[in-house]
């Protein structure tokens, strides 16, 4: 039964009669202990889980034990020197430290209590002192007083684990089989996060799923499409399902700012920084590791923003992200990390560095894995005023092999860029001119499946233009260089394969003169979208790099992201909140004819959903290619279907449309009718209402307004 609904004046009213104060302070109001009312939050199991971790409050107190015993006399040294030790990790709380004596002797009893401002200067001590050797006898050993309590909990008698039955998880793949082979993507504008079918033959989307305040940052998908993610203050969560988004599994990490995934999902790495007590020390990272499935921290790391802050690409407050690059391609086996004069490859297998040392390499500065194997590319500056030069190596894992150097001289810097299918390496050089007043780029391409690994020399017509942008086609031979000056930069493609196999790059074509500052290829290859971003304002043009001529151009005013579908047939451009108007999205097919166009105010997101890599070989994957023809008989009849009903549809909204239009004019013309009476009246009693029996005279009326006289006098 529907529940009564009083409007607040009734309520008021109500209270009034019955001489009920209205006036109540909420915030005074107190539940029961375990009472709800009914009323279940939607975290209410974080909260019961973390329930036990968080009951006792001493999360800021360390025990440090193993201290020496000494007498009363020698208290205030030995409280002097740990107070000096603990001191440079944190703040101590005043009257934070103490240290127990045996009453009797008036010994100290070996361990001592120390209380931080902030639970995370606590951690840090431990971590940093536990294992600290004072002198020879006296190794701190160093725990969290909340750790004890854990601990004493822990039951005498062992108790066999309940095991519950075997219940068959969903099919968290099972949007891959939708009848119209449709994708999804997911969008978040204002308070709202939706995920929805791109319906482009119906030029329309289709809601999936639509929930409020779903995150409170970001979200993000899996490297396959299997997850989406949502982060809080509490920490991260995965959400995924049959047929809705049901959330898998949360990752506790108080005030996560950045997730990442590995490549084949099987890992979430979840980042926080937060603020010292003391503002002259640094802010302190930490990063965990979890088994996206278990949810179990496999390893973490912590520390300060500096031990963080070398390499990558961008991130908060002083960090580069991703701190960990994934290797080995989707099995997951090795991640990495950037350090000072140093690479520290961890294997995932027990998560600890391989051969239990780093890989050392005098100041290095960059690094980028193989997409499918497990061969790092690392990058090394020019020393000594150029008498060593700069060189970029490719490294075999775990074996630490070299396996190929190329010594770079008169380096300024260097970018690496991998081909997706891990066949070649462009190795972005910026050299210096001999008067070292100017620079020049060329390119260094490695061809990483062929025997010895060969390097090619590859410098453009006019070695001074600036390189704008650099992308390898996908899966594919050819890359798209954007060179020259603002604002009509050139655009080259170029190809790593010859008619006559002769292992030479060979330049296809310029584009001379485009509005483009970025590039997009499709994932299928073939396909590019040269997109004139920011101070371009939105030009697109999408160009057919087999047959070297554009299929389109269009503008899409103010466009801040360009994103094509995982399977290369349709391309989103989007203008996100960064600009006040024209929020929201477009979607284009593969060769730029606008399907339809969806505005969004506040809009932040746009991000297609992953595909996982195909199970078919690439045999079967050209046998389809060969006989498409036949393949796309079935597909061909349907969209014959869909045009039909489209057709139907447009018919049927212009009789809408028409039937509307006919209404309003018989409506009109009833009114007309009605005040045929009072027409005529006005007119004097002429009848008719066409114009054209009336006959059109001026006539001149000439009224006077004032008369005024007035005498004059002679002189």
Same mark, same amino acid.
């Given at each position: ?35 709800? &009312? ?151 504008? #204002? ?19 639509? +929930? ?54 099987? &890992? ?44 990558? @690409? ?70 000594? #005023? ?6 970029? /190596? ?14 770079? &001289? ?36 490695? +061809? ?48 790593? +394969? ?19 500052? @970025? ?69 284009? /097919? ?24 195909? &199970? ?68 004097? #009693? ?30």
């Amino acid at each position: 039964m529907a529940a009564e609904v009083m409007l607040m004046n009734e309520i008021e009213a109500t209270a009034a009669r019955l001489g009920i104060d209205m006036n109540i302070d909420f915030n005074s109001i107190k539940l029961p202990p375990g009472e709800d &009312f009914g009323i279940v939050s939607d975290d209410e199991d974080v909260y019961h889980d973390d329930q036990l971790e968080f009951d006792s409050g001493f999360g800021n107190v360390i025990v440090v034990d193993n201290l020496p015993v000494v007498p009363r006399e020698k208290f205030e040294k030995l409280e002097g020197v740990i107070r000096k030790i603990y001191s440079q990790i944190g703040v101590i709380k005043e009257d934070g430290l103490w240290m127990p004596t045996d009453p009797e002797t008036h010994k100290t009893l070996g361990y001592c209590f120390i209380e931080y401002n902030t639970p995370q200067e606590a951690e840090l001590a431990k971590e940093k002192t536990n294992g600290y050797k004072l002198d020879r006898a006296h190794i701190f050993a160093v725990n969290m007083f909340d750790d004890f309590d854990k601990y004493m909990r822990v039951p005498d008698e062992w108790a066999p684990p309940e095991i519950k039955p075997y219940t068959p998880g969903e099919n968290l793949q099972k949007w891959l089989t939708d009848e119209k082979a449709r994708d999804q993507f997911v969008i978040r504008a #204002g308070t709202d996060t939706e995920v929805l079918w791109n319906d482009a033959r119906q030029s329309k989307t289709e809601l999936v799923y639509k +929930r409020t305040y779903w995150t409170e940052s970001f979200v993000q998908w899996s490297p396959m499409g299997t997850y989406l993610a949502t982060v809080y203050r509490q920490g991260a969560a995965v959400w995924g399902g049959a047929n809705t988004f049901n959330r898998l599994m949360r990752y506790a990490h108080p005030q996560v700012k950045l997730i990442d995934f590995s490549p084949g999902e099987k &890992f979430l790495v979840t980042y926080s920084s937060h603020e010292p007590s003391n503002p002259r020390d640094e802010n302190r990272v930490v990063i965990n590791i979890f088994d996206v499935r278990t949810g179990k921290v496999m390893r973490d790391f912590k520390g300060t923003a500096d031990e963080f802050a070398i390499g990558g @690409a961008g991130g908060v407050a002083g960090v580069s992200w991703p701190v960990f690059r994934w290797g080995g391609g989707k099995e997951d086996k090795y991640f990495a990390r950037l350090g000072k004069n140093i690479i520290s490859v961890y294997e995932t297998e027990t998560f600890s560095l391989i051969d239990k040392k780093s890989l050392k390499v005098e100041n290095v500065v960059d690094f980028s894995w193989s997409p499918t194997d497990p061969i790092l590319a690392l990058f090394v500056p020019e020393l000594g #005023g150029g008498n060593q030069p700069a060189r970029v /190596s490719l490294v075999q894992m775990p074996s630490k092999v070299e396996l190929r150097q190329k010594n770079l &001289f008169s380096v300024s810097d260097c970018k690496i860029y991998w081909q997706s299918n891990g066949e070649y390496l462009a190795v972005k050089a910026d050299r210096y001119t001999k008067t070292k007043k100017s620079t020049y780029t060329g390119f260094e391409l490695f +061809r990483i499946k062929e025997r010895d690994i060969p390097i090619e020399v590859l410098e453009l017509d006019n070695k001074t233009d600036k390189i704008i942008a650099f992308a390898w086609e996908p899966k594919g031979h050819r890359f798209a260089v954007i060179h020259g000056d603002n604002p009509r930069p050139d655009i080259s493609f170029y190809t790593m +394969r010859t008619t006559h196999n002769l292992g030479r790059v060979t330049k296809l074509a310029t584009l001379k003169g485009k509005q483009a500052n @970025a590039l997009f290829w499709s994932p299928g290859g073939r396909f590019i979208v040269l997109a004139g971003l920011k101070g371009f304002n939105g030009q697109l043009e999408f160009f057919n790099v087999d047959e070297l001529e554009t299929m389109a151009t269009a503008e899409h005013f103010m466009a801040t992201d360009v994103e094509w579908d995982p399977t290369g047939r349709y391309v989103a451009t989007s203008v996100t909140s960064v600009h006040e108007m024209e929020n929201g999205f477009n979607i284009w /097919s593969f060769n730029g004819k606008l399907l339809y166009r969806i505005l969004k105010d506040h809009f932040f997101q746009f991000l297609w959903r992953p595909r996982p890599p195909s &199970f078919l070989t690439p045999e079967k994957e050209e046998e389809i290619a060969r006989n498409l023809k036949k393949y796309s008989k079935k597909y061909e009849a349907e969209d014959q279907d869909v045009s039909l009903l489209l057709s139907e549809q447009e018919r049927e909204k212009r009789r809408t449309l028409k039937e509307e239009w006919e209404k309003w004019v018989s409506e009109w013309r009833r009114t007309q009718e009605e005040e045929k009476l009072e027409r005529q009246m006005l007119r004097d #009693g002429e009848a008719s209402d066409e114009e054209e029996e009336y006959e059109a005279k001026e006539v001149e009326v000439e009224e006077v307004l004032d008369v005024s006289s007035e005498v004059l006098f002679d002189e």
